[in-house]
């Protein structure tokens, strides 16, 4: 969830309970303050008949009902109750209600108990005059204040967006990345941090690069020299067999450490994006030039190969590239397989899969594409074929999938 959303929930969770509250105020203060004044109306009410009956006359001023109870004896007192009671009006066929004072009076000779009754309906009417449009500004107070927070907020908060739209654009192999100052001095600081670090994190990445390379160049040459004396030394008649079982351990370690700086140089590469030349590649095509490459050894273990194309599969990348995925995937392939084993290569125009019969992997399935990790029953990988292979596949955008069921390992890659 953004942070301008959560922001406004937040305003809301505490809007709602103080709109609820102040609303109920509200209306206890206005009817309390009506409330008070048909009591007052109806005490000088009450005021105004005694004052009548002592002139003899039954008189009152206001249109409410006026009874006279009874006439009592014993002492007078001014004590007055109010009261609210529902009465059936048979013209609107319905309760009304009305606001009933109960009290004394007196003509000065005898005390008569009075009762005077005022309707309720045009001080409900007065409340609700003043109670709905008084809510109503509220609510559009309310309503104006969370559109004015959410687009101002929106406005305000633009700078760090397009920071984040600038770092999810950065690619430290090409550019270098400069944040805008920004008249906020939160996001105007942040830019300037995060100039800083990544003209640093370029400095270490070129750096880097070129110690990757420079190492890989240098170790190679070396390699180069003594694998050509070990040759010599192996063609020497003085060499005993155990001599030359040495020798043959130390020429294949060091094919090996050969093979694995290739792999590590091609991973560094691919990683850097040096492989920017593009054609449109002919999958099918290079299956089938990759299968004829590896024939000798498809022979000697007896694999059999099956191949069923429904369509032409093109893809537009580096050829070499292609090349090496296509490579690694077909070498694993007939790696992992068994003598007397089988290959099937399908394709359409959207997908290859390669299966190959093979025992059950050693390796958990989330760690198969990792750098260094390989089976036992392959010794002689260097454990770097599936990680050039998932590289590859990362910068390409091609979907890659591995399954094993009933003794078949499966990679499907969807393009």
Request: charged share 25%; aromatic share 8%.
């Amino acid at each position: 969830m953004k942070l301008l959303n959560k922001t406004s929930i937040y305003y809301l969770l505490f809007a709602l309970p103080v709109f609820a509250i102040c609303s109920g105020v509200l209306y206890y203060f206005v009817s309390s303050k009506i409330i008070n004044s048909l009591d007052e109306s109806l005490a000088k009410e009450k005021t105004t008949i005694e004052k009548n009956l002592k002139k003899g006359k039954m008189v009152h001023d206001m249109d409410d009902e006026v009874t006279l109870v009874s006439k009592t004896s014993g002492l007078y007192s001014d004590k007055v109750s109010f009261s609210d009671t529902l009465i059936f009006d048979s013209t609107e066929t319905e309760l009304i209600p009305f606001r009933l004072l109960r009290g004394d009076v007196s003509d000065g000779k005898a005390i008569y108990r009075i009762t005077i009754r005022t309707s309720h309906i045009e001080s409900d009417d007065l409340i609700i005059s003043i109670i709905y449009p008084v809510l109503f500004l509220f609510i559009m107070l309310l309503l104006g204040f969370f559109l004015i927070n959410y687009f101002i907020s929106k406005r305000l908060w633009n700078p760090f967006y397009k920071t984040l739209e600038q770092l999810n654009k950065y690619n430290i192999a090409e550019t270098i990345t400069k944040f805008d100052i920004t008249s906020i001095k939160e996001f105007s600081e942040l830019n300037a941090v995060l100039n800083k670090m990544i003209e640093n994190i370029h400095a270490d990445y070129i750096s880097q690069k070129q110690f990757i390379e420079n190492a890989s160049h240098e170790i190679q040459t070396p390699l180069a020299v003594i694998k050509s004396k070990i040759e010599l030394l192996i063609q020497s008649v003085s060499l005993s067999e155990n001599d030359i079982q040495i020798i043959q351990s130390v020429y294949n370690a060091t094919n090996k450490l050969s093979s694995l700086n290739k792999a590590l140089l091609l991973l560094s590469k691919i990683e850097n994006n040096q492989f920017k030349d593009m054609e449109e590649i002919n999958i099918n095509v290079l299956v089938d030039k990759t299968l004829e490459h590896f024939e000798e050894i498809i022979s000697l273990k007896n694999i059999q190969i099956k191949k069923k194309y429904d369509g032409v599969l093109s893809v537009k990348m580096n050829p070499a590239l292609a090349d090496i995925l296509v490579t690694n995937l077909i070498q694993n392939a007939i790696r992992h397989n068994l003598k007397k084993g089988l290959i099937t290569v399908l394709m359409n125009k959207n997908a290859i899969t390669i299966c190959n019969t093979g025992n059950t992997p050693a390796t958990p399935m989330d760690k198969l594409f990792k750098r260094f990790v390989k089976s036992d029953a392959s010794s002689e990988s260097i454990g770097l074929g599936l990680a050039i292979v998932k590289e590859i596949c990362e910068k390409y955008k091609i979907k890659i999938d591995y399954t094993y069921d009933d003794s078949v390992h499966t990679f499907q890659l969807q393009l």
